[in-house]
């Protein structure tokens, strides 16, 4: 499968006294989800996502191949998130177990500026988190502990 993507750069014009702008209030959520559906077009993020877990190992050497395999689910379940999601690389890496609510499909993030926000997800991206979870201990040696990061 052939995966090309591309980068949406998105630019606003400098807000001052001279040049007011018309900025529509919006909360990070909407704003995230708008991002995150601009960012794959129809069913790209589906079919990316696909061929990282179902592909993307064959066209690898054994020695890439052995890494690839070790950390496939914690990679998988960090590239779930991006169009799962719309958090930001930051807001990820800073994930705790306690941020995590399985039962209503939300992850807890600190946006900028230290807001918290509850960011809904797909209940795919918190299956991915899951199968994670489950060889994480024994992979990584980590705890359950609810402040250990998630990554």
């Known amino acids: 499968m ?3 993507f591309s980068l949406i750069l998105i630019v606003s014009p400098k807000c001052n ?3 007011s ?8 959520n909407e704003r995230s989800r708008n991002l995150s559906n601009v960012i794959f077009h129809e069913d790209k993020d589906i079919d990316f996502l696909y061929f990282i ?4 190992e064959h066209g690898l050497s054994e020695h890439q191949k052995s890494y690839f395999l070790r950390d496939k689910e914690r990679d998988y379940a960090i590239l779930s998130i991006f169009p799962g999601s719309g958090i930001r690389v930051n807001e990820i890496a800073d994930l ?3 941020d995590l609510n399985f039962t209503d499909n939300q992850i807890r993030v ?9 960011v809904q997800v797909f209940s795919e991206v918190m299956e991915d988190i899951k199968e994670y979870l489950n060889v994480r201990k ?4 980590s705890t359950d502990a609810e402040n250990e990061y998630l990554f």
Not at 21 to 28: F, P
Request: proline fraction near 0%; aromatic fraction near 6%.
């Open 2 to 4: 052939n995966l090309s």
């Open 17 to 19: 006294v001279k040049n």
């Open 21 to 28: 702008c018309n900025k529509t209030k919006r909360s990070l």
């Open 53 to 56: 877990k179902n592909e993307y």
């Open 96 to 98: 705790r177990i306690r």
């Open 110 to 118: 600190i946006r900028k500026g230290d807001k918290t926000d509850n």
């Open 138 to 141: 024994e992979r990584y040696g």
